[in-house]
């Protein structure tokens, strides 16, 4: 059975449960992923300095081939950006801007040291996204920064963060699409503080100062990030998941869930479901946590696809948008983009599969016996069938090929970075 063949057979299979695979592919084709940077450089950045990274991230590994600069960085993503379906976008952090060799603080960076990303963004025809950095930097060295007790710390990073705002406002005008602007930081406190109350009064002054300036929501979407604890912050952390759904309702953002950053038996699929009831949009930062939020590369696992299912059977793809957040430093890089996203995509094209009203039926009609057995029966369905024929639609590899050229880059490209 050649391909087609495979994928005649597969689109029956589904078509008999009611689903309609051309749909799902044309819908498919049409959803921008939001690709991390960082996983190509480890989180490095261009600011020419010898700063470590910071904010209690860590990155493990030293597979040879990171990317040293900004044009390494590009030509690396180009190259997985070709091995991955459809059109995405990147995510740049603002320790990326183009400095030109020189050192730009980060509350004197402007949207002229991010001119050439915008260029080459719209050379090759996609989105932006952005971050202020709020981390591997002096004035953060004590792990806090928006919501320091020390008023000048504040404002530095309350400055560094309206700067940021207008980068990212004019990065979503240049390239016509809004560009979602995504604050986290690292405050918080190895052992248990005193005054949690003090901290978050300071956090939420500082982010209402921040986004005080009025952009067009065509240009810029803002988004405030929540986490649990992190290195250095076990005990207690300024902005968790209470401060931020209060503040992203009350303030009218976006919410950013990652999905490292919840007890290690707490999912961010079901919150989707809780959140978007009072919210109007959602950030994902699909990620991988292996027993802590070890930013593993995402693998195609029941989490990541019931992220993707309540996406779906909410019929929210709309209002969510999809970003990623991992960095994986013991293998090749542009594969673990490569491999991420794809598996992203995966469990995308899987929901959009998804018999859905004929499983309702069976929950609404009480017969949870059918209901688990046809949740089983589903997970090895025909895909794969599906999936390569969705690849050669959008000419790229399917299957495993992509691999070789990977391997072909690392041995011409990679391999030579010393
Ligand atoms: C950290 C957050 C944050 C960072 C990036 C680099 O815990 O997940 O999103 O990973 O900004
Ligand atoms: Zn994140």
Redesign the pocket.
């Known amino acids: 059975m050649n391909t087609q063949q495979a994928y005649e057979w597969a689109r029956s299979w589904y078509g008999e449960l009611g689903v309609d695979v051309q749909a799902a592919l044309d819908r498919m084709a049409n959803i921008a992923i939001s690709i991390?940077c960082?996983q190509g450089d480890d989180?490095q950045g261009f600011e020419n300095s010898s700063q470590e990274l910071g904010?209690?991230?860590a990155v493990t590994g030293n597979y040879p081939g990171r990317a040293r600069s900004i044009d390494e960085l590009r030509s690396d993503f180009e190259v997985a950006h070709a091995l991955i379906p459809g059109t995405h976008r990147f995510n740049l952090?603002a320790s990326y801007g183009d400095f030109g060799g020189g050192q730009v603080d980060r509350d004197a960076i402007d949207v002229e040291h991010f001119s050439s990303w915008m260029d080459w963004a719209q050379s090759i025809g996609i989105g932006l996204d952005f971050?202020p950095?709020f981390f591997s930097h002096p004035k953060a060295d004590d792990g806090w920064t928006l919501s320091h007790q020390d008023r000048s710390i504040r404002e530095f990073w309350i400055e560094h963060g309206r700067r940021c705002r207008r980068i990212g406002a004019a990065m979503g005008a240049r390239l016509g699409t809004p560009c979602i602007t995504?604050v986290?930081i690292?405050d918080g406190s190895k052992d248990q503080p005193i005054d949690r109350l003090g901290p978050r009064l300071n956090l939420e002054a500082a982010l209402d100062a921040i986004f005080s300036e009025p952009f067009e929501s065509t240009h810029l979407l803002d988004a405030v990030?929540c986490?649990l604890f992190?290195i250095g912050s076990e005990s207690y952390v300024v902005g968790s998941h209470e401060f931020y759904l209060g503040y992203a309702i009350s303030r009218k953002t976006l919410l950013?869930l990652?999905a490292?950053?919840f007890h290690p038996t707490e999912v961010i699929s079901d919150k989707i479901s809780a959140v978007m009831g009072y919210l109007d949009q959602i950030l994902l930062?699909v990620?991988r946590g292996v027993r802590w939020?070890s930013?593993h590369v995402v693998t195609l696992n029941e989490e990541l696809m019931a992220i993707n299912q309540e996406i779906v059977r909410g019929r929210f793809l709309d209002r969510v948008h999809i970003g990623l957040?991992f960095?994986d430093a013991s293998i090749n890089r542009v594969a673990a983009w490569v491999i991420g996203t794809r598996n992203v995509q995966k469990a995308l094209l899987q929901a959009l599969l998804e018999p859905t009203p004929m499983l309702r039926e069976l929950e609404h009609g009480g017969d949870l016996t059918g209901r688990l057995a046809w949740q089983e029966h589903l997970k090895t369905a025909p895909f794969q069938a599906v999936w390569d024929h969705f690849c050669e639609r959008e000419e790229v590899p399917g299957g495993i090929s992509w691999l070789d050229r990977v391997r072909e880059y690392e041995q011409q490209v990679l391999s030579k970075r010393h």
């Open positions: 991390h960082w989180v904010g209690g991230l952090h971050n950095t995504n986290w690292p990030e986490k992190g950013c990652d490292g950053h930062h990620s939020d930013d957040d960095f």
